[in-house]
């Protein structure tokens, strides 16, 4: 070796390579080849510190303003833990709305069941215009 004092090692652990255009990891401050530069190659400590996304929570959907340096996992933590909006009541939506307007009938169905005659909603038992005494028009409007 003619000159034993240019370039420097790779700092990946299972590489040591002697590279003598050395690259300087922005984020960690340690020197790499070509090979292990980027943030995946030498998994840095640091990347988070670089990392421009913005993390969202999981719960509420919102954006959660993250400053630099700052680790994301724990300012969406204390987000969830603090000010967090997520109600699990109000997301359960209920399915079964369309109630039934026989007096005494207490069922709920998911589809409207309007009778033609009188135009009131029904459940599946009573839809029929016999089953709910209908006070609609006497004659049927269906021809069969």
């Given amino acids: 070796?003619?000159?034993p004092w240019l370039g420097q090692h790779c700092s990946e652990r299972?590489?040591?390579?002697?590279?003598?255009?050395?690259?300087?990891?922005?984020?960690?401050?340690?020197?790499?080849c070509k090979d292990?530069?980027?943030?995946?190659?030498?998994?840095?400590?640091?990347?988070?510190?670089?990392?421009?996304?913005?993390?969202?929570?999981p719960l509420c959907n919102t954006p959660i303003p993250?400053?630099?340096?700052e680790i994301p996992d724990i300012v969406v933590g204390a987000h969830i833990d603090k000010d967090c909006k997520y109600n699990p009541a109000q997301q359960k939506q209920k399915i079964f709305t369309n109630k039934c307007?026989?007096?005494g009938c207490k069922r709920k169905e998911m589809m409207k069941v309007v009778c033609e005659q009188c135009g009131g909603s029904f459940c599946i038992k009573h839809r029929h215009p016999l089953d709910h005494d209908c006070k609609g028009s006497s004659q049927p409007i269906s021809k069969a």
């Fill in 66 to 69: 993250v400053q630099k340096g």
């Fill in 14 to 32: 299972t590489c040591k390579q002697l590279d003598f255009l050395p690259l300087k990891c922005d984020a960690c401050g340690e020197v790499f």
């Fill in 1 to 3: 070796m003619e000159l």
């Fill in 36 to 57: 292990h530069i980027r943030y995946d190659d030498h998994q840095c400590s640091s990347a988070y510190k670089k990392n421009v996304l913005v993390p969202v929570c």
């Fill in 101 to 103: 307007t026989k007096p």
